[in-house]
């Protein structure tokens, strides 16, 4: 299996400007994560969903923040409209079945920079 | 609110020696840990685990300690080697809960 595949892997926008991440998880795993990495707070849980579906999106900071996945093997999370406070490393996460504990598996992440 | 936290941002230790990480936590429902290792331009990769029913597992030259009373666990690196230069992440869940919420991460470097 190829792992965990986002793209892009750089993303450079204006500020205003709809920015689209994509995710493809490992094939097989049923639950997604969306994470954000920051030097303040570390990797942030943004929302996941399990069997397609979104369980958690209390860490979505703001309602400029979306996420869908409408198939078990491809998920998006998109900012519109972008800010430069925005700027980060967006990572996506697969897992098996974290309810019994196995491990999340990480995609390369997505830079991006709002300008 | 940081439920899990690395105070330290970074480490240097010289090869050879051991390494030790620290993780503090405050949510005592966690009962699932985590360590994940990630290197610049990847993502993180996962490195060693611990269950609360034990205060020790050991993987080669990895052993993850848990406290559980203290609210602590450390990963110990015995001996460093320079590949082990990476950020490394502590992160913790509840068992049935799907979702791992990770510290800010340490940076070690490991020097000749």
């Known amino acids: 299996d190829a792992g965990v595949i986002q793209s892009p892997r750089h993303e450079v926008t204006e500020m205003g400007q709809e920015v689209t991440l994509r995710c493809k998880p490992i094939?097989?795993?049923?639950?997604l994560f969306w994470y954000r990495q920051t030097m303040m707070r570390g990797l942030e849980l943004l929302i996941y969903?399990?069997?397609?579906?979104?369980?958690?999106d209390s860490g979505m900071p703001e309602d400029r923040f979306s996420a869908k996945m409408p198939n078990a093997s491809f998920s998006t999370l998109k900012i519109q409209p972008s800010e430069p406070r925005d700027s980060a490393v967006y990572f996506c996460?697969?897992?098996?079945?974290?309810?019994?504990?196995?491990?999340?598996?990480f995609g390369q992440g997505t830079r991006l920079t709002v300008v | 609110d940081q439920q899990v936290k690395q105070n330290s941002p970074s480490l240097s230790v010289q090869e050879g020696r051991i390494s030790i990480l620290n993780c503090d936590y405050t949510n005592s429902m966690f009962d699932y840990f985590l360590w994940y290792k990630k290197y610049p331009a990847e993502g993180p990769t996962f490195l060693i685990s611990i269950s609360s029913i034990k205060d020790k597992n050991e993987d080669g030259r990895f052993t993850v300690f848990l406290n559980k009373s203290a609210k602590h666990l450390s990963l110990h690196i015995v001996p460093s080697q320079p590949g082990d230069s990476a950020v490394y992440f502590c992160?913790?869940?509840?068992?049935?809960?799907?979702?791992?919420?990770f510290g800010q991460g340490t940076r070690l470097t490991i020097n000749p």
């Open positions: 996460a697969s897992n098996l079945n974290p309810k019994m504990n196995t491990e999340a598996f």
């Open positions: 992160a913790a869940s509840i068992q049935g809960a799907q979702k791992l919420v």
């Open positions: 969903f399990n069997n397609n579906v979104p369980i958690d």
């Open positions: 094939s097989g795993h049923n639950s």
